[in-house]
């Protein structure tokens, strides 16, 4: 015990550049801690999203692609990958629509009674780019998550064509990672307005979402190993805009 007393007292004491190479001085933190296990096992909320994830599934789906004016661009590649891999396919395209008027309308409702899709694709916030109300805009997209309930959902995020106010990260934060697809990063030609891209475009967004679907980054990913097939319809619904 002296012995030891003796040496932790000139390792805190000892400020001696020619005693450096005999004895450094002694952190008891550095000394004693322990440090991160690379096999630790992940935190609860790790493992609760590990849990969610399902393996490919590779038998035809009932899918429902909804949403805002963008869908009206992506229905047609959509419905030729649909076409191809054997899934059934039906779009909804409400012109000007927000989370607003999906939340507070019976319109999601009433679509996913229609068609009872097992796959439902969203496509909705393009008109929220640089709205400052997030707090509400929660809310409505929280109200759309349940009355989607326990169905099977990717939202599609927009290509936004100017830095936003927030609308894509919270809708990111609030559907998770595993379930979004972010189209911010991809590099599209515009149409006049600036804002939706072009129909080739269009075709290179829906590509690159499908892609996604099928890969592991998606929590329920489904089977897109072929490529587009023309298909006769778009079985497109164009739904008017509404002011409330």
């Not at 229905?75 to 990958?81: E, I, L, T």
């Not at 019976?106 to 009674?113: E, I, Q």
């Not at 990913?221 to 319809?233: E, H, M, V």
């Not at 739904?239 to 409330?244: A, G, I, K, S």
Request: contains cysteine.
């Amino acid at each position: 015990m002296l012995v030891l007393g003796g040496v932790l007292a000139y390792a805190l004491l000892s400020d001696s550049d020619n005693d450096e190479n005999l004895i450094k001085k002694i952190s008891l933190y550095d000394k004693y801690r322990v440090e991160p296990d690379s096999t630790t096992e992940p935190d609860v909320e790790e493992k609760e999203v590990a849990s969610l994830k399902q393996p490919l599934d590779t038998t035809p789906q009932n899918i429902l692609l909804l949403g805002e004016s963008m869908v009206e661009g992506l229905a047609r590649p959509f419905a030729d990958y649909c076409t191809a891999n054997g899934h059934e396919f039906n779009a909804v395209c409400w012109y000007s629509s927000t989370t607003k008027h999906w939340a507070k309308t019976d319109t999601l409702s009433y679509f996913l009674n229609k068609f009872n899709p097992s796959y439902v694709l969203i496509s909705v916030g393009g008109n929220e780019q640089f709205v400052k109300d997030l707090d509400v805009r929660e809310k409505y997209i929280k109200q759309m998550l349940d009355i989607l309930k326990d169905r099977k959902i990717v939202w599609i995020g927009t290509p936004a064509w100017k830095k936003d106010t927030g609308i894509n990260d919270l809708t990111r934060r609030l559907v998770g990672d595993d379930r979004y697809f972010d189209s911010r990063n991809l590099i599209l030609d515009r149409r006049r307005d600036h804002a939706h891209p072009t129909p080739k475009a269009a075709v290179i967004w829906m590509d690159s979402v499908m892609a996604w679907i099928s890969s592991d980054a998606n929590r329920n990913p489904i089977l897109f190993d072929k490529g587009r097939q023309n298909a006769k319809t778009k079985h497109l619904t164009i739904l008017q805009p509404m002011d409330f």
